[in-house]
């Protein structure tokens, strides 16, 4: 079987703009024809091997960008959007939604925002019948999705922001002074710092200048919520120049937003882009010696590993989750492939809800999704307790994997033989959208195929998928 043509024609022209040339100017530089560049834009054509090497000589261009730009993620969006059952009978074939995913994502992005507002409009008249003559029922985006989404479609990585906290770490030389580090951007803004016995993690007093942190969190929440605050103060217009470009739909959700971007701030200051790839490299991925290392969580540290795309010097692409006991997903990041279900919960083949039944344990898994690529996870228990006598304990799980082609860069690979077909188990994505013909755990039929019922015969399913 020959090589996957590349067709990036959305990607390509969105790279010319970027530049500021014209076709004319483009095509000139790359050494190609005018018409040819014109039919690569409109997807006409595959990109060129030529213009491939062209991209990455004459501009510095990531070419690795072309093949994992939004197509893929735009894809598995809309295939979980047409799987809702007031779409189930339309749904068309997965070829025409990979088309309009390269050759008119804005238009695939408005069809999900459209799809977005109906679920959420749906949910709450199904709930609140009286809000049906209030201001707010207007059917918008919910502010927690419009912000999944910018982190999303960023591949979780915001280049200034990440620069910016890098460059604020840069004259510590020990992580654990981190915090010595924070305290005096503080003071020098003439905001002083108190450890109390509090419920709140966070709180800051504008008007008395006063930062009080929780003496129950952990060492490295603490030093989290100091760079925290550091991030709302001393890169203010940094966050709001991002806000802007992001142009927001809603007040909720700009501010939602900034929280998370302070938050960025927060995790790039204490896991220094560089240093913290160089360490991350050189230790395999060893999630507890790094978080040793910089004095950080297990949490912190994976969730920070699936932020490594920079430009030019990109670590393994990772995805992250975490998942509560309930199996609902509460926090989601893919640089991979693997994209998680927007509605409902987690696949309960993902060994991310074992976690729960072995706190402290990591647990591996080889899994293998229905288009076929091949991961290997890694899941583990997170809880965060209340920091006194009868106070609720918050249990979670987090999920850290990559596509098993870089199972070698990982100390949490050894002994798995992923040489091994047999070795992966089956997972998906949403049952409603999965291909699985006989899986044992389905909870809903899949939508796109029909069913065969046998009343005088049950097997494992009270049906089958024909």
Request: proline share 5%; hydrophobic share 40%.
């Amino acid at each position: 079987m020959g090589a996957r043509k590349l067709y990036a024609g959305a990607k390509l022209r969105e790279t010319r703009q970027k530049l500021g040339l014209t076709q004319k100017e483009f095509s000139a530089k790359l050494g190609i024809s005018l018409p040819y560049l014109n039919q690569m834009e409109n997807n006409n054509r595959p990109v060129s091997t030529a213009v491939v090497l062209n991209l990455a000589q004459e501009f510095g261009f990531d070419v690795t960008e072309l093949a994992t730009g939004d197509s893929e993620r735009l894809v598995s969006d809309m295939r979980e959007a047409m799987a809702d059952p007031v779409l189930a009978d339309a749904m068309p074939p997965l070829a025409d939604l990979r088309l309009t995913a390269s050759n008119a994502p804005a238009l695939a992005r408005a069809f999900l925002q459209l799809h977005r507002a109906y679920r959420q409009t749906h949910e709450r008249l199904a709930s609140l019948d009286e809000a049906l003559g209030r201001d707010d029922a207007r059917a918008t985006p919910s502010p927690w999705d419009e912000v999944r989404d910018f982190f999303h479609y960023c591949d979780n990585y915001i280049d200034a922001v990440d620069r910016a906290a890098e460059r604020f770490a840069a004259p510590v030389r020990h992580e654990e002074n981190m915090r010595v580090r924070a305290v005096s951007a503080l003071g020098n803004r003439g905001v002083t710092v108190q450890f109390r016995d509090m419920e709140a993690l966070r709180l800051y007093d504008p008007a008395q200048r006063e930062l009080a942190l929780s003496l129950r969190a952990a060492p490295e929440t603490q030093t989290f919520q100091l760079l925290l605050q550091v991030a709302l103060l001393d890169q203010d217009k940094l966050l709001e120049a991002t806000l802007d470009l992001a142009r927001f739909q809603s007040e909720a959700a700009r501010s939602i937003a900034k929280i998370g971007l302070a938050n960025y701030f927060a995790g790039a200051a204490m896991m220094p882009y560089t240093r913290f790839l160089e360490a991350a490299e050189a230790e395999r991925h060893d999630l507890e010696i790094l978080a040793m290392r910089f004095g950080a969580s297990v949490e912190q540290v994976a969730h920070r590993l699936s932020t490594l795309q920079r430009p030019g010097a990109k670590g393994v692409p990772f995805y992250f989750v975490r998942v509560d006991q309930a199996g609902t997903i509460t926090k989601r990041h893919s640089a991979t492939r693997l994209q998680f279900a927007r509605y409902g919960g987690a696949c309960p083949l993902w060994n991310v809800h074992q976690a729960f039944e072995m706190p402290g344990r990591f647990l591996r898994q080889l899994c293998e999704t229905p288009d076929g690529v091949r991961y290997i996870n890694l899941a583990r228990d997170v809880s965060k307790p209340g920091g006194r006598w009868g106070a609720p304990v918050r249990r979670y799980a987090i999920a850290l994997g990559c596509e098993v082609a870089h199972a070698g860069k990982l100390v949490f690979a050894d002994g798995l033989d992923i040489t091994n077909p047999r070795a992966f188990e089956p997972i998906g994505i949403s049952c409603r959208i999965c291909e699985r013909e006989r899986c044992h755990q389905r909870s809903v039929p899949p939508l796109e195929r029909r069913l065969s019922i046998d009343v005088n015969a049950r097997g494992t399913l009270p049906y089958e998928v024909s």
